[in-house]
């Protein structure tokens, strides 16, 4: 309710990274722009394969339906309490390795851990008494699950200082850039994941057993390659704590929570509907493939006709995924042109508009080929999300806090998760059983999503002193005013609003 509140009103105000200002950064080679994010490759490598294939491996271990979604609570518990706490965590960790890279290696070695755990579960319960032919995978689904966890815990590790590295060490001119490359990565991962989802891998890595075995193994090496081309060639300023007590990570989201900046907490706003609609999409888009296009029974005998037509749908969805993560890079590669030409603001509710109808559409696509070009639209909606808030937070926050701030903006990432995960069974049961009412609930709620984009305070891509307050009337050039004082409040002509927007700390928001 209190971001619905801040989301009345409108107002600008610019980056903090500007000549004259301690912040300022030089401009990054692409070279260094491109092992920067090249490790959220190798991160969502693994979490495209989670996606894609971690809800057919527990429904064919034998989990009913309506659990799937309280296994998949891990995400938003880990995304609650790791990130926000590992971002604060870092804002002052003052190591000889800077402050982001060994969250960023610690994570990754623990992604490593949850990989295997999931891909052995099968092997390792049987091996300690599980007999799959009388049913009985207790072993094998307690593994997976306590794999699934240390994934989702380890993958918000390294995700928050991922995003809080590229604030540190790019320029406020490159952010945008940098979102894109992010946004660039998470598809081109996605794509190697699903498409080597997509093969039978055991046909040339036969000694893998298994085609899920194979995959996991290749998610850790990419994981590994692309982490270590971050860790070697991203170089930090080493942060030194002023002296003092380390301040408690936990007050600290508190208090960031409590004065979030308003550029910050309409973000947060359109992220919380936005999520309600891609956690049903991530949750049982290929679950939907299955059972809802080809008619397969993923509770069905191993070998049956229904069984094999429910992994034929899976694999299906998993090539309209690889699709989807080609559309995905080729939007993040127009986007900051398209942002330039259009607006951030357009560009977002275009995205979470076209999101909404996708998912709604389910419910009457059982055509194979229209539910592939389905999927692979949802690659335009996706680009943008994962371009435009963190690009909008990016700016709009100083590096001292970005750890702090991307970690809030996650927060409500993980909210819609929690939402989702506990509700979405009985909604699921409520109409039978059928996937698509999971999928039109999303939808609906990414529509709310694209209404909340229209109050979205944009950072002005002009280079002004920090922490100006600007006078802001629509259809002219943003300036700062002539008589700035920090504390001064400026009246907004168009409808007499006043505001206070920022002191030095960004605190003290009077709305």
Avoid at 182 to 203: A, I, K, Q
Avoid at 294 to 306: L, V
Wanted: glycine residues 10%.
């Amino acid at each position: 309710i209190s971001l619905l509140y801040i989301m009345h009103g409108e107002h600008s105000y610019s980056p903090l990274d500007v000549p004259g200002n301690p912040e300022t950064k030089p401009r990054l080679t692409y070279w260094k722009l491109f092992c920067l994010t090249v490790s959220f490759l190798g991160v969502q490598f693994g979490w495209a394969v989670q996606i894609a294939f971690t809800t057919p491996i527990f429904l064919e271990l034998g989990v009913p339906h309506v659990w799937i979604s309280f296994i998949w609570l891990a995400g938003p518990v880990s995304g609650l309490l790791v990130q926000p706490v590992v971002g604060v965590m870092s804002d002052t960790w003052n190591g000889k390795y800077g402050r982001r890279r060994p969250f960023i290696f610690i994570g990754s070695i623990f992604i490593v851990v949850g990989l295997a755990l999931i891909s052995n579960a099968s092997f390792i319960g049987r091996a300690m008494g599980d007999i799959p032919s009388n049913s009985d995978s207790s072993r094998a689904i307690f593994l997976a699950i306590v794999g699934f966890w240390i994934l989702d815990l380890s993958n918000n590790m390294v995700q928050g200082p991922c995003r809080a590295l590229l604030v540190d060490v790019a320029p406020a001119s490159q952010q945008g850039l940098g979102s894109s490359l992010f946004s660039f990565m998470l598809g081109l991962g996605n794509l190697l994941g699903y498409f080597t989802g997509h093969l039978e891998l055991t046909r040339w890595l036969p000694f893998m057993g298994t085609d899920m075995r194979a995959l996991f193994t290749i998610s850790m090496i990419a994981l590994v390659v692309c982490i270590t081309m971050t860790l070697t060639f991203t170089q930090e300023v080493i942060f030194h704590r002023p002296s003092g007590a380390t301040p408690n990570p936990f007050v600290s989201i508190w208090h960031g929570l409590r004065n979030m900046p308003p550029v910050v907490a309409r973000a947060c706003c359109v992220q919380f509907f936005s999520w309600i609609g891609w956690f049903t999409f991530i949750l049982f888009i290929t679950d939907w493939m299955g059972e809802q296009v080809f008619g397969g029974d993923p509770a069905a005998p191993e070998g049956s006709p229904e069984r094999i037509l429910f992994q034929d749908g899976v694999r299906q969805g998993a090539l309209a995924l690889t699709f989807n993560s080609i559309v995905t890079m080729a939007a993040s590669v127009l986007l900051p042109k398209i942002i330039q030409l259009a607006g951030l603001r357009p560009v977002y509710f275009f995205g979470q508009t076209m999101l909404g109808l996708c998912l709604i559409a389910t419910a009457v696509v059982k055509n194979k080929p229209a539910a592939m070009v389905l999927i692979t639209l949802c690659g335009v909606p996706w680009a943008v999300t994962m371009v435009v808030p963190f690009t909008v937070v990016g700016q709009g926050v100083s590096s001292k806090e970005s750890g702090l701030y991307m970690g809030v903006l996650n927060i409500f990432v993980v909210i819609p998760q929690l939402v989702v995960s506990v509700s979405i069974g009985f909604v699921i049961t409520l109409f039978k059983g059928n996937i698509s009412s999971a999928l039109v609930t999303g939808g609906l709620f990414s529509l709310v999503a694209a209404g909340t984009t229209l109050r979205l305070i944009v950072p002005t891509p002009e280079v002004m002193p920090a922490a100006v307050e600007l006078f802001v009337v629509p259809g002219e050039e943003t300036v700062p005013p002539k008589d700035y004082s920090p504390k001064r409040r400026a009246s907004k002509t168009e409808d007499d609003e006043t505001l206070l927007l920022h002191d030095d700390n960004m605190e003290n928001i009077d709305l």
